[in-house]
């Protein structure tokens, strides 16, 4: 089987606008949580959010060109901008049919909808935005990141809630490893702070309201938790057959080694035990690895 390498990395966060600027705050330990500034939250029982701060889309994009893009897929294409400029990769003519993109994102066009939701029942308007459709659809980050590096090998969208990102990343590491692609795009990207899904979370009773201090309101392993914070942005990993990496000399910045996914099917929102154990076997079992060698875990804690 093909080995699998990670040589690229992109984000665009509330804590950084870049890799080096997301790291750092990472390792401060800053926070990225803050009262939410792109309507006025003042209705909501919850006000606050990760938004990404100061963005201008413009600063990234063409008025024309915007009128393609939800927020979701600007940050989508922003990510993997900075992945292709990190990883140094230039894609032969011949290889374009062996790279393509995987993008995880659990909510797609979320500010388009709501947009075109408010014309159509507030304004009564009688015609939408005519890019809605396009601009919606949780393949969209994906397929323009496809148009803009001509990427026309596999071209997916996962949407599994907060696993879409993750699942993304799986997918591509095996279309790599089983031969169906020499390079893959992966990673996830949500744009979903708006007034119409900021109140269906709140309905749902699991959002924190950071009352006191916001940079505080995500502590999820804490025994006064309060619940989740929505947050915005996106990650995108180059990853690439390792003799492919090779060849052209790439910096290695990881090795996927193993990958697993499984269902719990049982309760909506509260996680088994079990489906979670069968999915870490299944990563331990592919890759090779013992328990033991494990010295790192990266928990998502609702």
Partial sequence: MRRVVITGMGVIAS??????????ALLSGRSGIARISQ????????QIAAEIPAYTPTDYFPAKRLEMLDRFSQFALIAAREAMQSS??????????????????G???????????LNLYAKQATRLHPFTIPKVMHNAGASQICMEYSAQGPSL?????CSSAGHAIGQAFHLIKFGMADMMLAGGADAPITYGMLRSWESVRVLATGNGDPRRACRPFSADREGMVMGEG?????LEELEHARR???????EV??????????????PSVDGPVRAIRMALNEGGVNPEEVDYINAHGT
């Avoid at 969208?157 to 809630?161: R, V």
């Fill in 15 to 24: 804590t950084g606008k870049d890799v080096e600027s997301f790291f750092s």
């Fill in 39 to 46: 309507f006025d939250p003042s209705a909501l029982t919850v």
């Fill in 88 to 105: 140094g990769l230039e894609v032969r003519e011949e290889e374009r049919t062996h790279f393509g993109v995987v993008v995880g994102s």
């Fill in 107 to 117: 909510m797609g066009g979320a500010q388009t909808l709501d947009q075109g939701y």
């Fill in 157 to 161: 969208a996962t949407s599994t809630a």
């Fill in 234 to 238: 996106s990650a995108i990993l180059l």
């Fill in 248 to 254: 052209r000399g790439a910096t290695i910045y990881a």
């Fill in 257 to 270: 080694s193993g990958y697993g996914l499984t269902a719990d099917a049982s309760h909506i929102t509260q």
